[in-house]
């Protein structure tokens, strides 16, 4: 059970980390309906107060938000995530939440990741890892000891978070959606967000998992070919002066059938962008490097 609950939740979380980070992409196809103008205004009048301070239709906040992320060079992005699972087998029943909090230093080029997560599966116990992951190498910390993955592992992994951290690359995929995307305002921020649900679902979900490299790793793939994603909900907030974005919710609900089991759960991950181009660059620390045993 622990095995299938790790595997389960590595898949989820990839959805759902994916799509938070490629939202801003997603609809970038469509456009909202123009903002009405003054019908009593004659056609020599200068524009409405109102059709200025009109809203960004979706095409519009997407290339502006592209065009600022091109400057992005490093970020911090901490992020929560919440899940509630109900595992059914014959008569028995059994829940399990599982709470995860993850902060994540990210630097675009060339690419490098320093994060650290704390997960709590209840009486399951409570994982902590922290982990570079940079040309240099990727070392993992767990149970207080420093191990290097092997190297033939490294070209793979980051080249697949060169491809995940790429919008253009990106954007043919997220078109499908663009439909169900709006724009909202709340202060200084524009707020994008998407409601999905029915048929495409799995196959977005299935193109994001492939995207992000989570595809390589046949348990995770076959988790997803189980996988009936119900509904996701996603919104993206950017900063109105920057068009960088700040804020990222998904909220996620998904049942499979494996081994015999009925699995249904419900993910809600909230996560925070700040400190856009503040960081140092990420390096692998020498002691790291010297006391680390190989993978």
Avoid: H, R
């Avoid at 490093?74 to 902060?103: L, P, R, Y």
């Avoid at 119900?230 to 900063?239: F, V, Y």
């Avoid at 059938?257 to 909230?270: A, C, F, L, R």
């Amino acid at each position: 059970m622990k095995k299938l609950t790790a595997v389960l939740l590595g898949a989820v979380l990839l959805v759902g980390i994916t799509a938070c980070g490629k939202e801003k992409e997603a609809a970038n196809a469509n456009a909202n309906t123009p903002a009405p103008t003054n019908a009593n205004a004659s056609a020599n009048e200068a524009p409405s107060a109102q059709a200025e301070d009109a809203l960004p239709t979706i095409d519009e906040l997407i290339t502006k938000s592209s065009e600022a992320s091109k400057d992005l060079k490093s970020f911090k992005m901490d992020a929560d995530i919440e899940q509630k699972m109900t595992i059914v087998q014959g008569d028995q029943e059994m829940k399990q939440d599982i709470n995860i909090a993850m902060t994540m230093d990210v630097q675009q080029d060339p690419i490098a990741i320093y994060q650290e997560m704390t997960m709590d599966m209840g009486e399951a116990g409570k994982t902590e890892v922290k982990q570079y992951v940079t040309n240099d190498g990727i070392y993992t910390l767990a149970d207080g000891t420093w191990v290097k993955l092997p190297n033939e592992m490294m070209a793979d992994m980051v080249a697949q978070m060169e491809a995940a951290a790429n919008p253009e690359a990106q954007l043919e995929q997220f078109k499908a959606i663009a439909e169900d995307s709006k724009v909202t305002e709340e202060g200084d921020e524009y707020i994008m967000s998407a409601d999905l649900s029915g048929e495409g679902l799995k196959e977005l979900a299935k193109n994001l998992m492939s995207q992000s490299g989570g595809g390589s790793a046949e348990e995770t793939a076959a988790m997803m070919e189980m996988m009936n994603i119900k509904n996701i909900k996603i919104s993206n907030t950017i900063n109105k002066e920057t068009y960088l974005p700040t804020k990222s919710d998904v909220y996620m609900e998904m049942d499979m059938d494996v081994e015999g089991q009925s699995i249904s759960m419900v993910m809600v991950m909230k996560s925070t962008i700040s400190k856009q181009n503040e960081l140092e660059e990420i390096k692998v620390p020498q002691e790291v490097i010297d006391t680390a045993i190989q993978g």
